[in-house]
């Protein structure tokens, strides 16, 4: 009777020990290339979802902290607003159906992020009319109307991202660092899908001018 008695008072233990244990723990739902997998997991309290993967970005070899929504090819080209010399706000929708080709500097007043303005600027005058041609940073316009007018870069559109970073955020080209913006090119097509897209690794190296010209030419086809 004892040894009854026992095994019922083990039984009822053991039982709530499973109830307990059940309690304690969640389903954590994750995508992967094989579907979606469960996992039994500790409960814990709800986390914010955070899109953006931080591209690994350095100055040499020293790595800087990015910020923004890291964008990618195929995606639609989020709209975004900034400044002109004249203090104008401009957006990006304000080229709707046109091609574009968006270069992003940290600086126009370095050697690198000069010479890469003027680079592109030289290439897309041969092009005439077909693509518009953005150059961004966080420069001050009054630094880039002084630049656009010693340059005598005619073809460029310069816009400053300086009061808001809007365009940095929503492409995940802010240094977080230095609230400046990273070296990259971004090509548009007309119906607003971005189609090449390059965020350097390092700041102080050019970008692959010739593929970005390639990805700009197959669009004028």
Same mark, same amino acid.
């Given at each position: 009777?004892?040894? #009854?008695?026992?095994? $019922? %008072?083990?039984?009822?233990?053991?039982?709530?020990? =499973?109830?307990?244990? +059940?309690?304690? @723990?969640?389903?954590?739902?994750?995508?992967?290339?094989?579907?979606?997998?469960?996992?039994?997991?500790?409960?814990?309290?709800?986390?914010?979802?955070?899109?953006?993967?931080?591209?690994?970005?350095?100055?040499?070899?020293?790595?800087?902290?990015?910020?923004?929504?890291?964008?990618?090819?195929?995606?639609?080209?989020?709209?975004?607003?900034?400044?002109?010399?004249?203090?104008?706000?401009?957006?990006?929708?304000?080229? #709707?159906?046109?091609? $574009? %080709?968006?270069?992003?500097?940290?600086?126009?007043? =370095?050697?690198?992020? +000069?010479?890469? @303005?003027?680079?592109?600027?030289?290439?897309?005058?041969?092009?005439?009319?077909?693509?518009?041609?953005?150059?961004?940073?966080?420069?001050?316009?009054?630094?880039?109307?002084?630049?656009?007018?010693?340059?005598?870069?005619?073809?460029?559109?310069?816009?400053?991202?300086?009061?808001?970073?809007?365009?940095?955020?929503?492409?995940?080209?802010?240094?977080?660092?230095?609230?400046?913006?990273?070296?990259?090119?971004?090509?548009?097509?007309?119906?607003?899908?971005?189609?090449?897209?390059?965020?350097?690794?390092?700041?102080?190296?050019?970008?692959?001018?010739?593929?970005?010209?390639?990805?700009?030419?197959?669009?004028?086809?």
């Amino acid at each position: 009777m004892m040894e #009854k008695r026992f095994f $019922i %008072l083990f039984g009822i233990a053991f039982f709530m020990m =499973t109830l307990f244990i +059940s309690g304690c @723990t969640s389903t954590v739902t994750t995508e992967s290339s094989e579907g979606t997998v469960q996992k039994q997991g500790p409960a814990t309290a709800p986390s914010v979802e955070q899109t953006y993967e931080a591209p690994a970005v350095s100055i040499d070899r020293e790595k800087v902290t990015m910020g923004g929504t890291a964008v990618k090819a195929s995606e639609k080209a989020p709209d975004f607003k900034a400044l002109t010399t004249d203090l104008k706000e401009f957006k990006l929708s304000d080229l #709707k159906g046109n091609v $574009i %080709l968006i270069s992003s500097v940290p600086s126009l007043d =370095t050697k690198i992020c +000069s010479l890469q @303005t003027r680079r592109f600027n030289g290439e897309i005058h041969k092009l005439g009319n077909k693509v518009k041609f953005i150059t961004i940073s966080a420069d001050l316009p009054f630094a880039q109307q002084r630049f656009q007018e010693l340059n005598s870069s005619k073809d460029t559109i310069f816009l400053s991202d300086h009061k808001d970073l809007d365009f940095g955020n929503k492409y995940g080209f802010v240094i977080n660092d230095y609230r400046l913006l990273t070296r990259g090119v971004v090509v548009i097509d007309k119906d607003g899908v971005i189609k090449y897209i390059e965020n350097c690794k390092n700041i102080n190296d050019h970008p692959n001018y010739e593929q970005a010209l390639q990805a700009l030419n197959a669009l004028l086809k």
